[in-house]
């Protein structure tokens, strides 16, 4: 059964750090193409950052230089390094697998999402 | 990046029910269009993929349609189960973007 359970969040005050993780089972990280979405509260999702199996990365460009995606294959498990919060981060962010069929990719498995509140 | 647009923003409706939400893309992304639904306190689900396609699990009454920039996510008898929100998601682009949401609500 596939699964993913992220884990990290909290309160950060804006300059700060904060490294949230997904841990995967039930399939391999490695061989996938993983992503983290987040939501404000009471707002709409919005795509945040991905990495592919070959290790390519990409970010929205409103966390582009401040966030880093990466992922530990040993430990089947999803990383992202949020860097110089700021309040508009705040959102519980979910991580998400791909599905790549009918020459399409989708999220086909999501975590349950864990809240960042950015608040000095 | 590619911009989402939803229509409407909101919309009561009544069990039993015919519903079409529509998603445009501001430039054409082929048929790379799925939808999501997601309720309170709850991790979004795939419901349709590839403009078209429906989800194993999700019943018969969701389906999609659609291709280049505009799409429809229709409900053709409404359960209460479905009262939710829906969003629509391009995957044209590698910089993914979803639309910002149709809350479905009972009249």
């Known amino acids: 059964e596939v699964q993913l359970v992220e884990t990290g969040g909290g309160l950060i005050q804006p300059g700060g750090s904060l490294r949230l993780s997904c841990t995967a089972s039930?399939?391999?990280?490695?061989?996938?193409?993983m992503s983290w979405v987040r939501q404000a509260p009471g707002k709409g999702l919005e795509w945040v950052s991905a990495?592919?199996?070959?290790?390519?990365?990409y970010y929205a460009e409103s966390v582009k230089g401040r966030f880093t995606i990466s992922k530990d294959n040993s430990q089947n498990t999803l990383y992202l390094q949020m860097n110089s919060p700021r309040a508009e981060d705040t959102a519980v962010y979910y991580c998400?697998?791909?599905?790549?069929?009918?020459?399409?990719?989708?999220?086909?498995?999501w975590g349950q999402g864990t809240l960042v509140t950015v608040s000095s | 990046d590619i911009q989402m647009t939803q229509s409407p923003s909101s919309l009561s409706a009544s069990v039993g029910d015919r519903v079409t939400i529509t998603c445009r893309a501001s430039?054409?992304?082929?048929?790379?269009l799925n939808w999501y639904q997601q309720k309170p306190g709850k991790a979004p689900k795939l419901l349709i993929y590839?403009?078209?396609g429906l989800q194993s699990g999700v019943p018969s009454r969701f389906s999609g349609s659609g291709s280049g920039t505009d799409f429809t996510l229709t409900i053709s008898s409404l359960q209460p189960e479905d009262f939710a929100t829906y969003y629509c998601?391009?995957?044209?682009?590698?910089?993914?973007?979803f639309g910002q949401g149709t809350r479905l609500e009972i009249k």
């Open positions: 998400a697998k791909y599905y790549y069929g009918s020459g399409n990719y989708y999220f086909d498995y």
């Open positions: 590839t403009a078209s």
């Open positions: 039930g399939f391999t990280v490695s061989s996938n193409y």
């Open positions: 430039q054409s992304i082929s048929r790379y």
């Open positions: 998601q391009q995957t044209y682009s590698t910089i993914i973007t």
């Open positions: 990495i592919y199996s070959s290790g390519s990365t």
